[in-house]
Every structure is written in structure tokens, then in C-alpha cells.
């Protein structure tokens, strides 16, 4: 392990740490030494994945700590901050994880859309928010991985509200990084993940989809190597199939084609051909 940011004794805050992603990387930091918050509104199942992680904590369970978190609540966001500062005493990495797959369409669901912008969007906003100054001033290199989805970028339909949160974590953390590459000597930058199609904590193994563990594979080295995006194939897309189908989504607008062509009868045919 090379980034300084993950190396041994620093800390790691990861939020929907119970489960899935956020477990596995959880566990990852922790095999490497680091000291690791975990948050989740999930406080059973958080329980019970901080004793498997503190298994591998160098420090055993002084190492872990757990702090059930709701990340849509801008409150709780604080509060986790000010528990892992007490606790640790600093904070190296901060991964924006969770996520609720709360489903609507573009003229229904108002409740689903609340959760989702709350949970998705908010939650990515008020924890780099609540984290960001404090780890700039730390004067250390530190790292914000904020996790969006190929939802948010080329926007399959079928779950509006969370295409369109994690079309603006996709966003926000864009322009994150562009502020923060220019605030002299700040020593925090600002990645963004890009899971494929990935097996979620208590669900089944599906044919096609990778395991949490093969995302953070392809995670640490991506930020070792300062990527800002970090986008994950899985066992159906290829890294090919997805910047065809990227470039094909912003060729949307630079063709004046309609909007989610892909999807739409008139360009189907050409799209295959596009996507080989
Ligand atoms: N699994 C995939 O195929 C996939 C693909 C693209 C993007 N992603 C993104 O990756 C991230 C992790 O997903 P995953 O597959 O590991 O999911 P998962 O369901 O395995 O785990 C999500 C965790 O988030 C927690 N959570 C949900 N709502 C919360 C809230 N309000 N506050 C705190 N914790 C909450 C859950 O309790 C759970 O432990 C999400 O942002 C998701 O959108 C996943």
C-alpha cells in the first residue's frame, strides 16, 4: 500500500459499512492497518459486521468503531463527524456510500424521491461538507470517495429518482475536486466510484455481477494512481462496452439526438451497431 492516505494507523469513515461495498472496504482498511468508523442505519447488521472486521483490525476492536447513522439526516452526519474525531482523533478517508433504491418514475412517487435525494444527494453533500474542512485543515494527504453509479451517468430508465441523485453525486463531486485541486496546498482530493453491477449485502450471488471485494480491488489502485473516476466493469460490461455506451449518452446532446436514444425505437438499431 502506497497512498499515504491509506496507510497503517490513519482512519477510515465509510458510510454504508454493514453491507456490500461499504463492508468490503471497510474490511480492506482495515487489513492494512488503518483504524475504520463504520455508519449504517442498519445498527443490527452494523453490530455484526464490526465484529468480523474487528478480526482483522490490527487493534482488534479498539480499532472499530460503529455509529448508527442515518445519511439522510444532516444531523446524524455531524454527529458521526464529531464521533470519529473524538474517537481517532483524525480521518484520512471518507467514502459517501450509502444508498437507498427508494423507486419512482419522472410524475410519481414523492416520498421515494425525498428518501432518494435525501439518502443519495444530501447525504454525499453534508458529509463532504461536515468532513472536508476539517480533514483540508489536518494539513495530511486525505482522501473523499463519493459513489455514483452508471445510473447516474448514462441514465437507463426505470428509477428516476435514483438516476437522477446519482447523476448529482456525479456532479457535485466533479466540481468538489475542481475546487479543492485549487485551494492552495490543500492535500484532499476527491474521487469518484462507479460500481458495475455488483452483488449487495443479503442478496444472492447473480450471474454477471462482481463481488464487493473485486470493486475495492479495482479501487485502491485507481486511487493510488490519483484516477478520479473510477469506474468498474463487471462480468456482462466489459471496460469497452461502457465508454462506448459513456461517449454514446453524450452524443445525445452533441447530435441533438432525443434524450435516452438508446432506449428510443428510431435508434436502437444504430446504437447495436454503435455498442458492436
Ligand atoms: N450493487 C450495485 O450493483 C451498485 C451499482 C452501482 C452503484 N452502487 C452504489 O454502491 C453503493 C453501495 O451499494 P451496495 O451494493 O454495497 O449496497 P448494499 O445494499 O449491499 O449496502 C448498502 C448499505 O447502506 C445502508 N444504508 C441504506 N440506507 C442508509 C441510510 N439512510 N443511512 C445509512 N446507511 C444506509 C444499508 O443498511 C446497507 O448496509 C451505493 O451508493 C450504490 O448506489 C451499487
Same mark, same amino acid.
Given at each position: 500500500m502506497t497512498h499515504p492516505a491509506m496507510a497503517t494507523g490513519r482512519v477510515a469513515v465509510v458510510t454504508g459499512a454493514a453491507n456490500g461495498i461499504g463492508l468490503a472496504a471497510v474490511k480492506r482498511y482495515a487489513s492494512f492497518g488503518m483504524k475504520v468508523c463504520m455508519a449504517d442505519a442498519d445498527e443490527e447488521a452494523l453490530a455484526a459486521a464490526a465484529g468480523d472486521v474487528a478480526k482483522i483490525?490490527? /487493534? /482488534?476492536? /479498539?480499532?472499530v468503531a460503529t455509529v448508527r447513522t442515518d445519511v439522510g439526516r444532516r444531523e446524524d452526519i455531524l454527529a458521526l463527524k464529531e464521533a470519529a474525531y473524538d474517537r481517532f482523533g483524525e480521518v484520512a478517508v471518507l467514502m459517501n456510500n450509502a444508498a437507498t433504491r427508494a423507486r419512482a418514475g419522472s410524475l410519481d412517487g414523492h416520498e421515494a424521491w425525498v428518501e432518494s435525494m435525501n439518502v443519495n444527494l444530501w447525504s454525499v453533500v453534508n458529509g463532504t461538507q461536515a468532513f472536508a474542512p476539517a480533514m483540508i485543515a489536518q494539513n495530511t494527504p486525505c482522501v473523499i470517495v463519493n459513489t455514483s453509479s452508471k445510473q447516474g451517468i448514462t441514465?437507463?430508465? $426505470?428509477?428516476t429518482p435514483y438516476n437522477v441523485t446519482k447523476a448529482g453525486v456525479k456532479a457535485y463531486t466533479e466540481l468538489l475536486q475542481h475546487e479543492l485541486r485549487n485551494i492552495? $496546498?490543500?492535500?484532499v482530493t476527491a474521487h469518484m466510484l462507479v460500481p458495475g453491477w455488483t452483488t449487495r449485502g443479503g442478496f444472492e450471488y447473480r450471474k454477471g455481477q462482481w463481488s464487493p471485494d473485486q470493486v475495492v480491488d479495482r479501487m485502491i489502485p485507481a486511487i493510488e494512481r490519483g484516477d478520479f473516476y473510477i469506474v468498474c466493469p463487471d462480468d456482462d460490461v466489459t471496460p469497452e462496452m461502457d465508454r462506448k455506451r459513456i461517449l454514446w449518452s453524450a452524443g445525445d446532446v452533441a447530435h441533438n439526438r432525443p434524450p435516452l436514444s438508446r432506449w428510443h425505437g428510431g435508434y436502437g438499431e444504430e446504437f447495436e451497431r454503435f455498442d458492436g
Amino acid at each position: 500500500m502506497t497512498h499515504p492516505a491509506m496507510a497503517t494507523g490513519r482512519v477510515a469513515v465509510v458510510t454504508g459499512a454493514a453491507n456490500g461495498i461499504g463492508l468490503a472496504a471497510v474490511k480492506r482498511y482495515a487489513s492494512f492497518g488503518m483504524k475504520v468508523c463504520m455508519a449504517d442505519a442498519d445498527e443490527e447488521a452494523l453490530a455484526a459486521a464490526a465484529g468480523d472486521v474487528a478480526k482483522i483490525a490490527a /487493534g /482488534g476492536a /479498539g480499532d472499530v468503531a460503529t455509529v448508527r447513522t442515518d445519511v439522510g439526516r444532516r444531523e446524524d452526519i455531524l454527529a458521526l463527524k464529531e464521533a470519529a474525531y473524538d474517537r481517532f482523533g483524525e480521518v484520512a478517508v471518507l467514502m459517501n456510500n450509502a444508498a437507498t433504491r427508494a423507486r419512482a418514475g419522472s410524475l410519481d412517487g414523492h416520498e421515494a424521491w425525498v428518501e432518494s435525494m435525501n439518502v443519495n444527494l444530501w447525504s454525499v453533500v453534508n458529509g463532504t461538507q461536515a468532513f472536508a474542512p476539517a480533514m483540508i485543515a489536518q494539513n495530511t494527504p486525505c482522501v473523499i470517495v463519493n459513489t455514483s453509479s452508471k445510473q447516474g451517468i448514462t441514465l437507463p430508465p $426505470g428509477n428516476t429518482p435514483y438516476n437522477v441523485t446519482k447523476a448529482g453525486v456525479k456532479a457535485y463531486t466533479e466540481l468538489l475536486q475542481h475546487e479543492l485541486r485549487n485551494i492552495e $496546498g490543500c492535500r484532499v482530493t476527491a474521487h469518484m466510484l462507479v460500481p458495475g453491477w455488483t452483488t449487495r449485502g443479503g442478496f444472492e450471488y447473480r450471474k454477471g455481477q462482481w463481488s464487493p471485494d473485486q470493486v475495492v480491488d479495482r479501487m485502491i489502485p485507481a486511487i493510488e494512481r490519483g484516477d478520479f473516476y473510477i469506474v468498474c466493469p463487471d462480468d456482462d460490461v466489459t471496460p469497452e462496452m461502457d465508454r462506448k455506451r459513456i461517449l454514446w449518452s453524450a452524443g445525445d446532446v452533441a447530435h441533438n439526438r432525443p434524450p435516452l436514444s438508446r432506449w428510443h425505437g428510431g435508434y436502437g438499431e444504430e446504437f447495436e451497431r454503435f455498442d458492436g
